[in-house]
């Protein structure tokens, strides 16, 4: 009696990784289609519902973005932003040929918060700007970014126009504050219905909160500004690089 060989089908992990391997060494462009699920079960002795998570994951983590009835295409990698560095969002994208505009949605002249106070150690009287703008990678909606800035400390800051000159570069060139050093701390949000719209999203939908402080080399305790943002993890990846640190080292 002939017995069944059982096939050692390939771990979902193991496909994702050499699903990784293809696309990086691959020909392939943004755009292109990959091979069909029926070529890649038999060329690597996948098991299809194997595949189909490995697939999803990599959508997830967008490599790949699936279109119904048609099949997976290559997508453009998400921005990496390395957590230690001040690195602009502009030079980032550049830097992977992609296509960054900002379009300012408020800029205001506001009174500060009883957490702005501690933070600026300013008075409640103390004028504060309030820049809102949204970032746009490739044509869509991708961060919705709010800066704080202590206008005793720069003067006329309002009349900047920010839709055609980035932030930093304003802040170098007329108050010679150059950023330094900073701290954020990241988390999950859900949108509210007014964010969702300016996303094209769904109200409720999970995005990426971010908020800190950045500091200019000439002062240690009062930042330059204060930020917070949203951030759609379609477009982003955040990364840090560690080291084992010994007893005793600081």
């Known amino acids: 009696m002939n017995k069944k060989v059982k096939k050692n089908y390939m771990s979902k992990a193991e496909l994702v990784e050499r699903l990784v391997i293809y696309l990086k060494n691959s020909d392939l462009e943004v755009g292109d289609k990959i091979i069909s699920e029926r070529q890649i079960c038999q060329l690597w002795n996948v098991n299809r519902s194997t595949l189909r ?9 967008g490599y790949l973005e699936a279109i119904q009835g048609k099949g997976y295409f290559v997508k453009k990698r998400k921005v990496n932003r390395n957590l230690q560095d ?4 502009q030079l980032i994208l550049e830097e992977q040929g992609r296509k960054l ?3 300012v949605l408020s800029q205001e002249i506001i009174y500060p918060d009883k957490k702005l106070c501690k933070i600026f150690k300013v008075e409640k009287s103390n004028p504060i700007l309030e820049l809102v703008r949204i970032r746009y990678i490739d044509d869509k909606p991708a961060l919705l970014e709010y800066n704080y800035t202590d206008l005793k400390k720069c003067k006329d ?3 900047i126009d920010f839709s055609t000159i980035p932030y930093y570069l304003a802040m170098e060139l007329k108050y010679n504050l150059i950023p330094n050093k ?3 701390e990241i988390s999950l949000t859900e949108l509210r219905s007014d964010e969702a719209i300016i996303f094209g999203k769904c109200e409720g939908d999970n995005f990426i909160y971010m908020e800190g402080k950045t500091y200019d080399s000439k002062d240690d305790e009062i930042p330059m500004e204060v930020f917070k943002s949203l951030a759609d993890p379609e477009f982003f990846v955040f990364t840090s690089h560690m080291k084992f640190v010994k007893k005793g080292e600081n």
């Open 53 to 61: 998570s490995a697939l999803r994951r990599l959508v997830q983590e």
């Open 86 to 89: 001040l690195k602009s969002l």
């Open 101 to 103: 505009e900002t379009k």
């Open 157 to 159: 800051l309002e009349k």
């Open 182 to 184: 900073g701290f954020q």
